[in-house]
């Protein structure tokens, strides 16, 4: 399957929705009985919710009669429990053996959305990082070098082991070559500074700020940009039972329009520091003013790249983590995506 978004552009009787509907952004779309739609949302208040956060502030999500609660969660298993049974309308996930597994047990979670990606590939969004005084020593001078080090990941189970071991591939070595810890992102940087460990794989905003404070320096060829391009690093998650109601359209208008100010701002469009300051107002560890901030990046049109996501999967089942694959394709539901298109047409 080509790693090209699976969006398409939009059909040529959907350029007519848009004239029809468009000008019905600015009026306030109401449910059944007048009142807002309250949809109960949960999120790991991380910067890949930034689309979420502006569509709040900005009012987008009022405007189409959606009223959002956030709750926050500390991985991306506590949503899919809840969006399984309908406890939660929305929630984030990534590429996990749990996510994958979920969908071959049958669980009705849809994934409907990217939140954040590796697109366009950028510079300092993230990346295999080692101590900086093993790079200054030359004790580590390519990814060569690491073979036995004490390399840290968020979570084994994750994205992070994944492109860890893409990492370590471009000079021949396995993640059975290095000792893996398995370390909360909030702790990377004492562990560095302990010289508890030798490296770690980092995502925006913290690989910038591990950066600048001189704790570790990076690995160019093992960056992002050039392991995990196009890789879908967060996605959105509807339960079966929200994905049947208006609303769920209604919201995916809202959260596209949070997404383009964001994409926006990142493009120069837009003055980021706008974007920042209400990062800041719900993350409150984030700058206001942008200082040692970076975003990946995000499709403005709501697609999901299925060939990274099978591309995970692949590397699970190589590995033994996952046993049997699951039907990633059959839980991937773009209608609300192409919906939100129809009414703001395609990004530009």
């Known amino acids: 399957m080509n790693i090209s978004r699976i969006v398409s552009a939009c059909a040529a009787a959907c350029i007519l929705c848009v004239a029809t509907l468009a000008p019905g952004m600015n009026r306030t779309a109401l449910a059944a009985d007048g009142q807002p739609a309250k949809v109960s949302m949960a999120i ?4 890949a ?3 979420v956060f502006l569509a709040i502030e900005r009012g987008y999500f ?12 500390t991985s991306s298993a ?3 429990s809840l969006l399984a049974t309908n406890r939660l309308d929305v929630g984030s996930g990534s590429a996990t053996p749990g996510l994958f597994n979920a969908f071959r047990r049958g669980v009705p979670v849809q994934i ?5 990606s590796q697109l366009p590939p950028g510079t300092d969004t993230g990346g295999l990082l080692v101590r900086k005084d093993l790079m200054d020593s030359g004790a580590v001078k390519s990814v060569g070098g690491l073979k036995g080090k004490r390399i840290a990941v968020n979570n084994i189970q994750s994205m992070s082991l ?3 071991a893409r990492a370590l591939a471009l000079e021949g070595l396995t993640k059975d070559d290095v000792t893996l810890v398995e370390l909360p992102f909030n702790q990377f940087i004492p562990a560095m500074q302990k010289k508890a460990i030798d490296g770690v794989l980092a995502f925006a905003p913290l690989y910038a700020a591990m950066i600048k404070m001189q704790v570790a320096s990076p690995l160019p060829e093992a960056s992002l940009a050039r392991i995990a391009a196009g890789d879908n690093f967060n996605i959105m998650l509807f339960s079966q039972g929200f994905a049947k109601t208006d609303a769920a359209k209604r919201f995916m208008v809202a959260y596209l329009q949070g ?3 964001l994409q926006r701002a990142i493009d120069g469009k837009a003055d980021i520091r706008d974007v920042c300051k209400v990062i800041n107002k719900y993350i409150p560890a984030m700058a206001a003013d942008c200082a040692g901030m970076s975003f990946t990046g995000i499709d403005p049109n709501g697609g999901v790249n299925l060939a990274s996501l099978e591309r995970f999967q692949k590397e699970w089942l190589q590995w033994g983590i996952m046993t049997d694959a699951a039907d ?3 839980h991937v539901n773009l209608e609300f995506s192409r919906h939100a298109l129809a009414v703001l047409g395609p990004y530009r």
């Open 328 to 330: 990633i394709a059959g």
């Open 259 to 261: 997404q383009r100010d």
């Open 78 to 80: 506590d949503a899919i």
């Open 62 to 73: 009022a405007q189409q009669g959606v009223d959002v609660e956030l709750s926050r969660i």
């Open 112 to 116: 409907v959305s990217d939140k954040s």
């Open 49 to 51: 919710d930034t689309g």
């Open 162 to 164: 994944n492109h860890l």
């Open 44 to 47: 790991l208040y991380l910067t």
